[in-house]
């Protein structure tokens, strides 16, 4: 099984960039499909932006299609999300999540779950 962990996350002003980073402390991520979700409080978990096991593959939540963007590097074993031109209304905690065959678009079809790293974003 992977084990991914989350970093990069902190405070932005609205309109900044930062870059999300996943990696895991076992196996591989190749192996998988790995998605970036997000929740803030009081709302359900939701899809951020998923990428294929090649690479070839994303989806993006319409709200962060065009300002945001997915890869993975396999060389590193490392999955990345760039997020630019913040908002506040990005603000959450975000999870890096990986699926052996399962959707992309629901939580359901993760298996392996980090523990979030915190995204706020200030007016």
């Known amino acids: 099984q992977v084990q991914p962990v989350e970093s990069g996350g902190g405070l932005v002003q609205a309109g900044g960039s930062l870059r999300l980073s996943c990696a895991t402390t076992?196996?591989?991520?190749?192996?998988?499909?790995v998605g970036w979700f997000r929740q803030a409080p009081g709302k359900e978990r939701e899809i951020v932006a998923a990428?294929?096991?090649?690479?070839?593959?994303?989806h993006y939540a319409d709200s962060v299609k065009g300002r945001f963007t997915i890869s993975r590097d396999a060389a590193k074993n490392m999955v990345y999300l760039q997020m630019n031109s913040l908002k506040p209304e990005d603000t959450a905690v975000y999870y890096c999540?990986?699926?052996?065959?399962?959707?992309?678009?629901?939580?359901?079809?993760?298996?392996?779950w980090g523990q979030g790293t915190q995204v706020t974003v200030s007016s």
């Open positions: 990428v294929s096991r090649s690479g070839v593959s994303t």
């Open positions: 999540a990986a699926s052996a065959g399962g959707s992309l678009v629901y939580t359901s079809g993760y298996d392996y």
């Open positions: 076992r196996r591989t991520f190749m192996n998988y499909a």
